[in-house]
């Protein structure tokens, strides 16, 4: 086992702890760049999928995972951010322009909805979220002169006339959407060891605590809110270009399930998770489909298995490992690292009672 | 008239989502769990009632018994298998699961049943009455009046019964529930059993006026658009906010332009969020250190 020793306040907040982690992670930044090389072109574009459903999850993790605030209607603002992403690009926007705009528009949404939101808590918030997601659905499809409606409307093609390049070609568009996440995930790791990451999570482990540290409640919230709503934005109008075509059934509450899935999945709070759980929903239905050829023809072609399976992996991961794939890939390390020595209890989970919400 | 006619089928129609939201009440008053599969749960019930009463051809009096029999053996026995591990988890997690769990019954009930719409046969099916112009199904009447007096059953219950009292202390104060001597566990499965049996007892009174199919229960969504509106924990306020919502929700289809009608519900509580976020009957006070 590996012990830092540490001589300097700064090294608390480094991005890399010691010098096997900048290894590892150069050794995997290698891989990715040079991927495309290697992999089939319908491979990358999963691939550049995994990479949208990221930055999604970061900013529904900055919300779920590192806030404690509970959202069920984050496909909400994806379609905000595909939809202003199509629409701007309609009006001949360019696109080096739209993409931080449609960030932008959809961070303001997110503001919107927050401040009300922040009068709420666990339950209410997520219902409320819930609710807005239903009324963005129906907006879409009842506002044909922006959105085209039930009919949908076509994205038009991703390129900077500058240079001419044409970011829509599958390893261009792979190389945009790995160095967006890379971006997205370098401002995430930024802000949450600043001041109002930190805050964040008092605000998540206690909400009392944190106001009486000083922590405004709701403005933090609010900020919470914006800043998740835009990265998931930003997701949106990736994913927009990714599709071609945008229609008001990309965007349902399966949608939202699916990225929540994706960060219990991975691994509540932690980046590591995000990742995780994107690669896992990403390729969930590459695995269903060979999983689907093992099976008895009686049960593989059954209708709704996919969305069975995806009920009994969230319901087995929430009863058997609360932290997702990065907390078994925790122990599965620590068992390793102190080999002959493992001790079950390192891991075991505290035993806690319930907190109640109430005063009676 | 016609503003009668619409007052009527809102309010039948409302009943349906007060009962569900009864459900949703129930389980989080006494657990603090919120059940999100209630809605699955409410299909499940029409199923198993259609089953009896029309496949196997049962009496419908035996059929609706079996059918809350079942559906309260289920309800406890979901609590116990996969709720009891839960305890003292972020409800972050109980929330995600029951999805998980509303996920698994839809996708159960489509492989079981078939994904097509049935439509449960009862022996008041079909009936109408003309009230001076007023026209109501023999079935909406069933409902209004079914709720009605299963409400009175529950007021009875917990007013009147050991085990309803027992509930009440419990989802007062667990740890006093516990050291008067209450079994606090076999009370958290008799309130799932309890709030199943609601749930299929909206599936049952439903069914006839609804098609039965596994995406029926996503009106449990309207449910907790009325639970939140009644004030989460209050039970007559579920009720009544399950009646708001019917009603708006006939008034809005005919009066207002199209995708009002299915938003009108969210549109109800998300102004209700604003303005009053405890809900018409307040029963939740602010958390104490």
Redesign the interface.
């Given at each position: 086992m590996r012990f830092v020793q540490k001589t300097s306040y700064d090294q608390d907040i480094r991005f890399f702890e010691h010098r096997g982690q900048v290894f590892w992670y150069g050794l995997l930044a290698l891989a990715v760049l040079i991927a495309p090389l290697f992999i089939e072109r319908f491979y990358l574009g999963e691939l550049s999928l995994v990479f949208i459903y990221a930055i999604a999850g970061i900013g529904l993790m900055l919300l779920v995972g590192y806030t404690g605030l509970v959202s069920l209607g984050h496909a909400a603002f994806l379609a905000i951010g595909a939809y202003s992403q199509a629409w701007l690009m309609n009006q001949g926007v360019p696109f080096p322009l739209t993409l931080p705009l449609s960030g932008f528009i959809t961070a303001a949404v997110g503001a919107l909805v927050g401040i009300p939101a922040l009068r709420m808590t666990g339950i209410y918030l997520a219902v409320a979220t819930l609710a807005f997601a239903i009324i963005v659905e129906q907006v879409i499809i009842h506002w044909p002169a922006v959105t085209g409606g039930f009919t949908g409307m076509v994205v038009p093609r991703a390129r900077i006339e500058l240079i001419n390049l044409d970011l829509q070609q599958p390893i261009a568009f792979y190389y945009l959407c790995l160095a967006i996440l890379v971006g997205c995930l370098l401002i995430a790791m930024n802000l949450l060891r600043s001041p109002t990451g930190r805050a964040f999570r008092a605000i998540r482990d206690s909400e009392i605590s944190a106001q009486s540290l000083g922590i405004h409640l709701s403005s933090t919230k609010t900020l919470a809110f914006a800043l998740s709503a835009g990265f998931t934005g930003v997701a949106g109008s990736l994913f927009a270009h990714k599709l071609g075509y945008l229609a008001p059934d990309s965007f349902t509450i399966q949608t939202s399930i699916l990225l929540l899935l994706m960060v219990v999945v991975g691994g509540v709070g932690s980046l590591h998770g995000i990742i995780y759980g994107a690669l896992f929903i990403g390729f969930l239905p590459q695995m269903l489909a060979v999983a689907r050829d093992l099976l008895p023809v009686g049960i593989a072609q059954m209708p709704g298995l996919e969305p069975a399976l995806f009920g009994l992996i969230l319901i087995l991961v929430l009863i058997y490992e609360p932290l997702g794939i990065y907390g078994r890939w925790l122990k599965i390390r620590s068992y390793f690292e102190q080999f002959p020595l493992y001790r079950r209890a390192t891991h075991k989970r505290q035993k806690s009672y319930l907190r109640t919400e109430r005063l009676r | 008239m016609e503003v009668l006619q619409l007052l009527v089928s809102g309010v039948s129609q409302g009943c349906v989502y007060g009962l569900i939201a009864l459900g949703f009440v129930l389980i989080?008053k006494a657990t603090?769990m919120?059940n999100f599969a209630q809605g699955e749960i409410m299909m499940l019930g029409a199923f198993v009632a259609f089953t009896f009463a029309n496949l196997l051809g049962w009496p419908f009096w035996m059929a609706v018994i079996m059918t809350l029999l079942v559906m309260a053996a289920f309800g406890a026995l979901t609590e116990r298998l996969?709720l009891r591990?839960?305890?003292?988890?972020p409800?972050?997690?109980v929330?995600?699961?029951t999805?998980?769990?509303?996920?698994?019954l839809?996708?159960?009930a489509?492989?079981i049943w078939g994904?097509e719409p049935r439509t449960l046969t009862t022996p008041y099916s079909g009936g109408i009455v003309d009230l001076g112009g007023v026209i109501i199904g023999y079935e909406n009447i069933v409902i209004i009046v079914g709720t009605a007096v299963l409400c009175l059953v529950l007021f009875l219950f917990f007013r009147y019964s050991r085990v309803g009292i027992a509930m009440q202390a419990t989802s007062?104060?667990?740890l006093a529930a516990y050291y008067m001597g209450i079994p606090v566990k076999r009370i958290y499965s008799l309130v799932w059993a309890l709030s199943a049996g609601i749930a299929a007892t909206a599936g049952i009174l439903v069914a006839p006026v609804a098609l039965v199919d596994?995406l029926m229960g996503f009106i449990g969504?309207k449910a907790?658009?009325a639970a939140?509106v009644g004030g989460?924990g209050s039970l007559p306020g579920a009720i009544l906010g399950g009646i708001i919502i019917g009603v708006v929700e006939q008034f809005a289809a005919l009066y207002l332009?199209?995708?009002f009608s299915?938003?009108s519900?969210?549109?109800i509580?998300?102004v209700m969020?604003?303005v009053r976020?405890e809900g018409l009957f307040a029963t939740?006070?602010?958390?104490?250190?």
């Amino acid at each position: 086992m590996r012990f830092v020793q540490k001589t300097s306040y700064d090294q608390d907040i480094r991005f890399f702890e010691h010098r096997g982690q900048v290894f590892w992670y150069g050794l995997l930044a290698l891989a990715v760049l040079i991927a495309p090389l290697f992999i089939e072109r319908f491979y990358l574009g999963e691939l550049s999928l995994v990479f949208i459903y990221a930055i999604a999850g970061i900013g529904l993790m900055l919300l779920v995972g590192y806030t404690g605030l509970v959202s069920l209607g984050h496909a909400a603002f994806l379609a905000i951010g595909a939809y202003s992403q199509a629409w701007l690009m309609n009006q001949g926007v360019p696109f080096p322009l739209t993409l931080p705009l449609s960030g932008f528009i959809t961070a303001a949404v997110g503001a919107l909805v927050g401040i009300p939101a922040l009068r709420m808590t666990g339950i209410y918030l997520a219902v409320a979220t819930l609710a807005f997601a239903i009324i963005v659905e129906q907006v879409i499809i009842h506002w044909p002169a922006v959105t085209g409606g039930f009919t949908g409307m076509v994205v038009p093609r991703a390129r900077i006339e500058l240079i001419n390049l044409d970011l829509q070609q599958p390893i261009a568009f792979y190389y945009l959407c790995l160095a967006i996440l890379v971006g997205c995930l370098l401002i995430a790791m930024n802000l949450l060891r600043s001041p109002t990451g930190r805050a964040f999570r008092a605000i998540r482990d206690s909400e009392i605590s944190a106001q009486s540290l000083g922590i405004h409640l709701s403005s933090t919230k609010t900020l919470a809110f914006a800043l998740s709503a835009g990265f998931t934005g930003v997701a949106g109008s990736l994913f927009a270009h990714k599709l071609g075509y945008l229609a008001p059934d990309s965007f349902t509450i399966q949608t939202s399930i699916l990225l929540l899935l994706m960060v219990v999945v991975g691994g509540v709070g932690s980046l590591h998770g995000i990742i995780y759980g994107a690669l896992f929903i990403g390729f969930l239905p590459q695995m269903l489909a060979v999983a689907r050829d093992l099976l008895p023809v009686g049960i593989a072609q059954m209708p709704g298995l996919e969305p069975a399976l995806f009920g009994l992996i969230l319901i087995l991961v929430l009863i058997y490992e609360p932290l997702g794939i990065y907390g078994r890939w925790l122990k599965i390390r620590s068992y390793f690292e102190q080999f002959p020595l493992y001790r079950r209890a390192t891991h075991k989970r505290q035993k806690s009672y319930l907190r109640t919400e109430r005063l009676r | 008239m016609e503003v009668l006619q619409l007052l009527v089928s809102g309010v039948s129609q409302g009943c349906v989502y007060g009962l569900i939201a009864l459900g949703f009440v129930l389980i989080y008053k006494a657990t603090e769990m919120v059940n999100f599969a209630q809605g699955e749960i409410m299909m499940l019930g029409a199923f198993v009632a259609f089953t009896f009463a029309n496949l196997l051809g049962w009496p419908f009096w035996m059929a609706v018994i079996m059918t809350l029999l079942v559906m309260a053996a289920f309800g406890a026995l979901t609590e116990r298998l996969i709720l009891r591990p839960m305890i003292g988890e972020p409800p972050f997690s109980v929330l995600m699961l029951t999805i998980g769990m509303g996920y698994v019954l839809r996708a159960g009930a489509g492989a079981i049943w078939g994904n097509e719409p049935r439509t449960l046969t009862t022996p008041y099916s079909g009936g109408i009455v003309d009230l001076g112009g007023v026209i109501i199904g023999y079935e909406n009447i069933v409902i209004i009046v079914g709720t009605a007096v299963l409400c009175l059953v529950l007021f009875l219950f917990f007013r009147y019964s050991r085990v309803g009292i027992a509930m009440q202390a419990t989802s007062q104060n667990q740890l006093a529930a516990y050291y008067m001597g209450i079994p606090v566990k076999r009370i958290y499965s008799l309130v799932w059993a309890l709030s199943a049996g609601i749930a299929a007892t909206a599936g049952i009174l439903v069914a006839p006026v609804a098609l039965v199919d596994p995406l029926m229960g996503f009106i449990g969504i309207k449910a907790f658009a009325a639970a939140i509106v009644g004030g989460f924990g209050s039970l007559p306020g579920a009720i009544l906010g399950g009646i708001i919502i019917g009603v708006v929700e006939q008034f809005a289809a005919l009066y207002l332009p199209p995708g009002f009608s299915e938003t009108s519900a969210y549109v109800i509580l998300l102004v209700m969020l604003l303005v009053r976020p405890e809900g018409l009957f307040a029963t939740m006070l602010q958390k104490k250190v």
